[in-house]
């Protein structure tokens, strides 16, 4: 049997921990960006067809010149399901573009909402905070919106930074002409970036809402009306090019992780080879052939070379989980529907975190490691009332929550309570059992495990 050279074993062992690599960030991310083959073609989009018999939540396609924003248009039956779920329905730290759950998709509301995460190079709804330099906004004045039976177009004319919880703005449910004309009127006073041009009640509007990491529950919309018209793409080059783990700040610190793992199983890999290749010649049989004396290699000393580089990628993999990362498996139902009980969750060791409203985090209580949302940071006044989460005297309108949220009067703090700096205050999604602030109050940032990057469905192990 011809035994593998050192350079072979080498490129062996590079060769199977980049398909480790691959296959494992495969398995927490889907592009945000293989959906070409699924565009609509014309007014038939029998590709766009296929992509709803893979999930029948697609129901459109929306699109926006001069930008990444070429994407399926889903609606779930809640407002959840999409923001950690891709447009073929597998889990995704992308999302999808979605409709609000209480719009028609056949776009007949007065003013219907769109979601999608502010991910990292113009993923997603990357590209909606650009909209807010007046260049980039006089640009890009049209889009289009396919419902699966004709196209629209989308004519933009303004830009605002509002809050989440905003129920004027978030209302897709106006029926009332004075509201509607209040809400018109409103869009154009607020507006960072506007465009002049007669909007009236009879207009149907189109809301794109992002999050911005700069302010608390802050969001970034840009607001457009449906028109007849299909405008004429000014920008007809292919999409802008999008690197391949451009998929958010967390993630891709957790890819730079991995890369750098591998940049070190690569130099440790070097000095081993240098150290054991005397070892590697010590012949088995020597040949004399033509006066030359030639080495023939054993392959058990081959074997023993793959054991070691084994050896030192396991190594890395622990010190890169022990000091950089973690993994935790969730252990009850506490952060349901969001994490469910068993599944597992990564987080970010390295550095001081700054979190904002919405985060996930990693934490412990009585020695019991458990996964939190963030719903107030260091400044924020909290306040639990009758009608329920109140920050800076604001209530909380969580999509996500489906429980009521009460104050734990027997064991719990009292509020309302200021968030002191250095700490955040932290509320499980299953407001009725999690123990959380509500009970050890806000908690030091340093104190926290980390923040969530990902996380892997019990189900999809």
């Known amino acids: 049997m011809k035994s593998l050279t050192c350079k072979q074993s080498r490129w062996l062992v590079a060769f199977f921990s980049c398909l480790f690599l691959l296959v494992f960030s495969n398995s927490l991310t889907t592009h945000a960006f293989d959906y070409e083959e699924f565009r609509p073609a014309g007014e038939e989009g029998r590709g766009f067809e296929e992509l709803q018999e893979i999930n029948p939540d697609v129901f459109g396609w929306i699109t926006v010149f ?198 070190l199983i690569g130099i440790a890999a070097f000095f081993f080879v240098r150290r054991i290749k005397r070892i590697r010649q010590l012949p088995i049989r020597i040949i004399d052939h033509n006066g030359k004396k030639k080495y023939r290699n054993s392959i058990w000393l081959d074997a023993f070379f793959l054991l070691m580089n084994a050896t030192v990628i396991v190594a890395v993999a622990i010190l890169l989980f022990t000091f950089v990362f973690g993994a935790t498996q969730v252990r009850d139902s506490t952060m349901a529907p969001a994490v469910r009980e068993g599944d597992i969750v990564f987080f970010q060791r390295m550095g001081t975190q700054e979190f904002v409203s919405g985060d996930l985090v990693v934490v412990q209580f009585e020695g019991n490691t458990q996964v939190r949302r963030v719903v107030a940071v260091a400044g924020d006044t909290v306040d639990i009332t009758y009608n329920g989460l109140e920050v800076n005297g604001m209530l909380m309108q969580e999509l996500h929550i489906f429980e009521e949220t009460t104050q734990f009067a027997d064991i719990g703090i009292t509020f309302p309570v200021v968030v002191p700096e250095g700490r955040v205050f932290v509320l499980g999604d299953s407001r009725t059992r999690a123990t959380d602030s509500r009970v050890y109050g806000p908690i030091l940032i340093e104190d926290t495990l980390g923040g969530v990057v990902t996380f892997i469905r019990r189900r999809n192990l």
């Open 66 to 263: 001069g930008t990444n924003i070429d994407y399926p248009l889903l609606q779930g039956e809640d407002n959840f399901r999409y923001l950690d779920h891709n447009a073929r329905g597998l889990p995704a730290l992308t999302g999808a573009i979605f409709m609000d759950v209480r719009n028609d998709n056949d776009f007949s509301n007065f003013n219907h909402i769109i979601y999608g995460h502010d991910m990292n190079r113009d993923i997603i709804f990357g590209a909606i905070g650009d909209f807010g330099q007046e260049q980039f906004f006089n640009d890009r004045e049209f889009g289009l919106i396919y419902t699966g039976e004709r196209h629209y177009g989308i004519e933009f004319f303004a830009f605002l930074l509002v809050d989440a919880y905003d129920q004027e703005i978030y209302s897709p449910t106006l029926d009332d002409p004075e509201e509607q004309q209040a809400l018109i009127d409103r869009l154009f006073d607020e507006a960072i970036q506007s465009r002049d041009i007669d909007v009236t009640t009879s207009d149907r509007l189109v809301i794109l809402s992002t999050c911005t990491p700069t302010v608390t529950n802050g969001r970034h919309i840009l607001v457009g009306r449906l028109i007849d018209e299909i405008p004429q793409d000014p920008f007809p080059l292919d999409r802008l090019d999008v690197e391949l783990f451009g998929l958010g700040f967390s993630l891709t610190h957790f890819v730079i992780g991995i890369s750098i793992a591998l940049v």
